[in-house]
Nanobody, 125 residues
Framework: QLQLVESGGGLVRPGGSLRLSCAASGLALNPYAVGWFRQVPGKEREGVSC????????DYGDSVKGRFTISKDSAKGTVDLQLNNLKPDDTAVYYC??????????????????WGQGTQVTVSS
């Protein structure tokens, strides 16, 4: 059973930055496609970004394109999400998720097999 742990959330002012990290307990995430999702109470979970297991394909939700960057650190076995130019609408609980899939593919849909517990990101002045 793959157990995922997110870190790096917090409170930041509009325009600020945060870096989220997703790690697998006892394992490296290298063989998995990894996605980042976010959810606000009362709303559906939204796909933010994903990266294929080889790191060759990356995708972003329309609301974060140009501001967020996903990367895979093969040495650490982690997947990071750099959040820049944050806006109050980015406030949410952010989850990472993993799944085994074919090379060169990562979905932004809720089809992942393993999920973390989430980390809170709050953007407020």
């Amino acid at each position: 059973q793959l157990q995922l742990v997110e870190s790096g959330g917090g409170l930041v002012r509009p325009g600020g930055s945060l870096r989220l990290s997703c790690a697998a307990s006892g394992l490296a995430l290298n063989p998995y496609a990894v996605g980042w999702f976010r959810q606000v109470p009362g709303k559906e979970r939204e796909g933010v970004s994903c990266i294929s297991y080889g790191g060759t394909v990356r995708d972003y939700g329309d609301s974060v394109k140009g501001r967020f960057t996903i990367s895979k650190d093969s040495a650490k076995g982690t997947v990071d999400l750099q959040l820049n130019n944050l806006k109050p609408d980015d406030t949410a609980v952010y989850y990472c998720a993993a799944k085994r899939t074919i090379s060169g593919y990562c979905p932004l849909s809720n089809t992942y097999d393993y999920w973390g517990q989430g980390t809170q990101v709050t953007v407020s002045s």
